[in-house]
């Protein structure tokens, strides 16, 4: 056996008859990862109300800063490329993610820091909520209540929005979005009303219904994705800015709930040169090999081929400020689907919709997510334990 390989579990082939068994589901899913999933409308409203207790006033006394700095990693750094999106090509001040530790060198008192940890615990979040305080920066801090990070905001006299830590992390994006960008909105840099709020819990709601357990894979979106994902290598590419964003948490959560290696990236980007992937190994020159007679969905092949995710942003409309009209981002996204078909490759398309743009994004996240849960299930690994993280930490801990 290969060190490291023992107490693993799970099997290469997916399980599909597992997935309309809702009683397996729920006994082999143990820590809730479903479940958790499923409270995304929830915890968009339990975070707008949160943010509405927290004194975000003093926040805009000084008027606008110079420059935003969203300060996370994982899940809490998806938060900033969220707000930066959602703010747009036109909002009036740069907007930056950072995910290392501190705060870039330039960050001074003209300057606002948003420091996000779901644990209140992450040295990336803790550095950057330090360094933004000796620096005279303002400061917002977004966590668990009674951390490490509220204790930090305490002692910068910051604003603190407590998130209660109800889910892992990764499972926890909308609870941690929701004050950075209220906190962002307070600042003038956004425009998100409780009516976009309510909209996009409710939209997530409505897809953790269609994703339930109980609902059977021929009418289950996220299932049949699954199922459509199995064996595969996934690309995930996005039309637009905001559809990449959702292609990149597709990444996030297909490679930490079910361990599968995925391409993702803006589709515009891919055009320069990841659309040769099409042509490659796993693509065409497999594909071209296949008897054209065969189901394709047949399983009991060992041959891996790639399998395309389209996220397309559809429901935006022409009154949008975007960074390219919406009609070349519908041409560039007709024409990836008719090369993957000419190769064989197989395309699946998740279509935005909604009339803000965060109720959009919601449409993108919600299906993908659940996704990524219910192939981890079909291959029989459970969602919430991930050994080569608790390893990986230790080991670099020594």
Not at 76 to 92: E, F, Y
Not at 125 to 140: I, K, N, S
Not at 193 to 216: S, V, Y
Not at 299 to 328: H, I
Request: hydrophobic share 45%; proline share 7%.
């Amino acid at each position: 056996m290969i060190e490291g390989t023992a107490g693993l579990s799970g099997h290469r082939h997916a399980d599909e008859p597992l997935l309309d068994n809702p009683d397996l589901l729920t006994e082999r899913d143990p820590g809730g990862m479903l479940r958790f999933t499923a409270s995304a409308g929830a915890q968009v409203r339990e975070s707008a109300a949160l943010t509405a207790e927290a004194n975000l006033s003093a926040l805009a006394d000084e008027g606008r800063p110079r420059a935003v700095v969203i300060a996370g990693i994982g899940t809490a750094g998806r938060t900033g490329d969220v707000l930066a999106t959602v703010a747009g090509p036109r909002c009036p001040v740069p907007v930056i993610p950072h995910s290392s530790a501190g705060v870039p060198g330039w960050v001074g008192a003209a300057d606002v820091v948003i420091a996000v940890s779901a644990s209140g615990r992450s040295p990336e979040a803790l550095g950057a909520a330090e360094a933004a305080h000796r620096r005279g920066a303002r400061l917002v801090a977004v966590g668990a209540p009674d951390s490490q990070l509220q204790s930090v905001a305490e002692r910068a006299r910051a604003p603190f929005i407590p998130v209660p830590r109800r889910a892992p992390a990764r499972a926890s994006l909308w609870a941690l979005t929701v004050p950075v960008l209220l906190a962002a909105r307070t600042l003038g840099l956004v425009k998100v009303n409780e009516a976009d709020l309510a909209e996009t819990a409710a939209r997530l709601d409505a897809d953790a219904d269609r994703c339930r357990p109980a609902a059977e894979s021929f009418v289950n979106p996220a299932k049949s994705l699954a199922l459509g994902l199995a064996g595969s290598i996934p690309i995930v590419w996005g039309s637009s800015p905001l559809a990449t964003v959702a292609a990149r948490r597709f990444g996030d959560t297909l490679s930490a709930n079910a361990r599968y290696p995925v391409v993702t990236g803006a589709l515009g980007e891919a055009g320069r040169g990841r659309v040769g992937l099409l042509d490659g190994v796993f693509g065409g020159l497999v594909e071209g090999d296949r008897d054209i007679f065969a189901d394709p969905d047949e399983a009991g092949t060992d041959a891996t081929r790639l399998r395309l995710v389209l996220l397309r942003d559809g429901g935006l409309t022409a009154g949008d400020d975007t960074d390219e009209p919406l009609a070349v981002e519908e041409r560039r996204a007709d024409a990836v689907q008719t090369l993957a078909e000419r190769r064989g490759v197989r395309c699946d398309v998740v279509t935005a919709e909604g009339g803000s743009a965060l109720e959009r994004l919601a449409s993108l996240v919600a299906v993908p997510d659940f996704t990524s849960v219910y192939l981890a299930l079909a291959h029989g690994l459970d969602p919430m334990a991930v050994p080569a993280v608790s390893e990986m930490k230790e080991l670099a801990n020594q």
